[in-house]
């Protein structure tokens, strides 16, 4: 169980595309960065790790928007932000 996610940012950081289900925290959390499938319909999450695989525009474009929004969540600035809130 993980109720934010850090697994799938790090892995967005790393350049890979993320397949989830459709949970609200993602969502919210990355909007189109990561591709969501219905809860529980294992095929439809299949067919798009398969999309993933086979369409190599899809692929780069999933890419592209997990890497941009991996950097709103960098180390340095989730410290930098926390530490102002903390201090403010």
């Known amino acids: 169980y993980e ?37 529980g319909e294992i095929a439809k999450f299949a067919q798009i790790c398969l999309k993933l695989l086979e369409d190599k525009k899809f692929y780069e474009m999933i890419k592209a928007r997990s890497r941009k929004i991996s950097q709103q969540f960098s180390w340095d600035k989730v410290a930098g932000d926390n530490f102002k809130s903390f201090i403010s």
């Open 3 to 39: 109720s934010w996610g850090i697994v799938a940012i790090e892995a967005m950081g790393a350049g890979l595309p993320v397949v989830a289900y459709n949970l609200p925290i993602f969502a919210q959390t990355y909007g189109q960065a990561l591709v969501q499938a219905p809860l």
